[in-house]
């Protein structure tokens, strides 16, 4: 099946540091979605990439999807405490898990903030 | 109104209890979905309906049973669950049909359920 690998695992920064998380597929993908998931909570989707090489601002969020289609990064600039969490990339396309609307996600990015 | 709720919260069941999931979305979307997520693990996707009608299914034991009375329900069915059924069962929507492309996917809160 299809895997995302995404990387790092966890980030244990200081508070006001930037960050940078990126996924990496074997397979081309038609979307890229980031999605943050707190505690017992759903995910909550945070950026929709579309175009490669599209780039997207939301807040202190950026995020790009791969010119080649089979990657994309996020980045969160000046973290503050409430960024605490896990953040997953999810690829959408012809191959995903469940067919062409199946998303495929990675294996999620657990983000801890030292004060 | 711009979210996809879910009942109950926590959900504590036994192996021969019968009981259902309930999610409900009112933003006119017309594609649903039920995902499973174990502990520090990546949802995982169960079941897809579109336009109410079940599209999807990712080999699901029997035991979950899907139902979608309307385009703005859905319901997950539990019968004879395992200890290893426990998860977070999240559902989500998509405002498109299944099989469209750039189709994102809002979750709700998710129903926590552990099985006895």
């Known amino acids: 099946g299809q895997q995302l690998n995404q990387s790092p695992q966890s980030m244990f920064i200081q508070e006001g540091e930037d960050v940078s998380m990126n996924c990496t597929s074997s397979?081309?993908?038609?979307?890229w979605l980031w999605y943050k998931q707190d505690p017992g909570e759903g995910p909550v989707l945070l950026i929709a990439?579309?175009?490669?090489?599209e780039l997207t601002s939301n807040g202190r969020l950026t995020a790009q999807f791969g010119i080649t289609r089979k990657d994309s990064f996020l980045n969160i600039s000046a973290s503050i405490p409430s960024d605490v969490g896990i953040y997953f990339c999810?690829?959408?396309?012809?191959?995903?898990?469940?067919?062409?609307?199946?998303?495929?996600f990675g294996k999620g990015t657990h983000l801890i903030i030292q004060p | 109104d711009t979210e996809v709720t879910q009942t109950p919260k926590h959900l504590v069941m036994g192996m021969t209890n019968k009981k259902s999931l309930k999610c409900e979305q009112h933003?006119?979307?017309?594609?649903m979905y039920w995902y499973k997520q174990k502990a520090k693990k990546p949802p995982e996707l169960m079941f897809v309906?579109?336009?109410?009608?079940?599209?999807i299914n990712e080999s699901v034991p029997s035991r979950f049973s899907p139902e979608c009375p309307n385009s703005s329900l859905l319901n997950l069915h539990l019968h004879a669950l395992q200890p290893e059924d426990s998860a977070l069962y999240l559902c989500?929507?998509?405002?498109?049909?299944?099989?469209?492309?750039?189709?994102?996917?809002?979750f709700g809160p998710g129903t926590r359920l552990t099985v006895l």
């Open positions: 989500a929507s998509s405002p498109l049909p299944s099989g469209s492309l750039y189709n994102e996917q809002f």
């Open positions: 397979s081309i993908f038609n979307t």
């Open positions: 990439l579309y175009k490669a090489g």
């Open positions: 999810a690829g959408q396309g012809m191959y995903s898990g469940g067919g062409a609307d199946g998303l495929t």
């Open positions: 933003m006119g979307h017309r594609a």
């Open positions: 309906y579109s336009y109410e009608k079940l599209s």
